[in-house]
């Protein structure tokens, strides 16, 4: 007999079925509730809510577990490449010797932008931010390729996956290059991804950049810690795009946005402008600390907090790490990686942080890797765009295969009751908030 739930609203009961997943978490299918009972929930911010059922990526935040297609991330950091994990969340098997062969070719091939596409950047402002020209080019990339919206086949479905795996690269690197007024620089097809797109970010017309190895593997790292990540904002909206019918362009286009705000993807940098400003202020640990914990300065310690791990994020330790094993490598004494280790000591062992189970996340010491790789600071959102892209795809490929209803949640209104229209002879100035001045009160529009 399957588990089922009951719920009492206003003296009735109504038996809700259970679902139970892969790793027994338990959640109650509510999808027939309202049907049922006239009735709705409501989850600010769907922390408590499943939006769907998924194959990719398992988190349990409490005991600080990750793992794409059940293969822990710590195993997967020590030993994958980032296209092969692309392939693992995308296909759910780990690819064998011919399959990462065909599938590197196929990322090969499809590293280069249409001319026509190079042209577009010469329209961008020099001070765009790239993830807004990230965002725009992978749609424009899609106006090449009109296959790529019809989507017919799981051949149509790789070749499109491919492309945007590889060219996501390609534009970000010519996005950067943009910026400083340098050339574009065209891929290298013998060149594997990681050390072809920092090709494309360094080298310039006389001289090609050449990676350290070091460097080129620490890049690796960085992506394939960023690859997947269940049901974040970001995933969530590509879904959500997918829902309607979008392609898969477009999907991850809108996933780019989503990703850019500072409480997502934008942390990266927000942490490194934190220690910056640390550092630079001469504000020592603890004040900073003790302005975090004030709430009335509405300061957060960036790349700390996690809506589901309340527990170290076991890429943060990764991370953490391989920026030591990278910065010693490289023989780089950055004063931001000690800075970060102080702040994370201070944090940890406040009670203000301890209560409240907030924990170093991914941000934390990634930019500190990011910082001896070269990426400028800028960029840092743009590179947990590209590590992102095969858990966007893999999350696109499992709508676009049928498991998800088009996305379209409720809400309780809470807006004016019935009223009737006032024609504007008869209305009173209701001013603005937040608007001062003549603006407000006579509505002269400036
Ligand atoms: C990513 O979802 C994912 O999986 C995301 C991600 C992925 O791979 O896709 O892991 C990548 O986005 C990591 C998170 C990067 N963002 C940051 O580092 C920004 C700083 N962190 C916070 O803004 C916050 O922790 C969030 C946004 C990450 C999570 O926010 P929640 O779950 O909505 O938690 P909350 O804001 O409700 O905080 C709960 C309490 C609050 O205090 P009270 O109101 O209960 O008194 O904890 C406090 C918050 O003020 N708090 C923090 C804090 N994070 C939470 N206080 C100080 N500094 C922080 N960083």
Known sequence: ????????????????????????????????????????????????TGSCRSAITFIDGE?????????????????????????????????????????SDLLSRH???????????????????????????????????????????????????????????????????????????????HLDYCANFLHMMFSIPFRDYEPDPEIVDAL????????????????STVRMVASSGANLFASCAAGVCALWGPLHGGANAAVIEMLQYIHESGMSVKDYVAKVKDKTSHIKLMGFGHRVYKNYDPRARIIKQAADRVLN?????????????????????????????????????SGIIMRAIGIPLEMFTVMFAIGRMPGWIANWK?????QTRIYRP??????PALREYVSIGQRRLVPIPGLSGEVAVSGACR
Request: charged residues 20%; glycine residues 6%.
């Open 111 to 189: 590293e280069m932008l249409h001319e026509g596409l190079y042209k577009h950047y010469d329209g961008f402002p020099s001070q765009s931010h790239p993830m807004a020209i990230l965002s725009a080019m992978i749609n424009a990339a899609s106006c090449y390729t009109p296959e790529i919206i019809k989507m017919e086949s799981p051949e149509t479905f790789q070749s499109a996956a491919a492309r945007l795996l590889s060219k996501t690269r390609t534009i970000a690197a010519a996005a950067y290059k943009a910026s400083i007024g340098q050339p574009l620089v065209y891929p290298k097809p």
């Open 1 to 48: 007999m399957p588990e089922t739930a009951t719920l009492q609203v206003q003296g009735k009961t109504y038996t809700l079925p259970i679902v139970i997943g892969t790793e027994n978490e338990v959640a109650v299918d509510i999808s027939k509730l309202r049907a049922e009972s006239g009735v709705i929930t409501l989850d600010d911010g769907y922390g408590n």
């Open 63 to 103: 005991k600080g577990i990750l793992r794409y297609r059940g293969i822990p991330i710590e195993r997967i950091a020590e030993h994958s490449t980032f296209p092969e994990a692309a392939w693992l969340l995308i296909y759910g098997e780990l690819p064998t010797a011919e399959q990462l062969e065909c599938w």
């Open 329 to 365: 490598k490289l023989q780089i004494n950055d004063p931001m990686l000690d800075l970060a280790r102080a702040l994370e000591e201070a944090a940890l062992s406040d009670s203000y942080f301890q209560e409240k189970k907030l924990y170093p996340n991914v941000d934390f010491y």
């Open 410 to 415: 409720r809400q309780v209104y809470t807006g």
């Open 220 to 235: 690796q790292l960085i992506l394939v810690l960023h690859a997947d990540h269940e049901q974040n904002c970001s995933t």
């Open 398 to 402: 499992e709508v676009w295969e049928g």
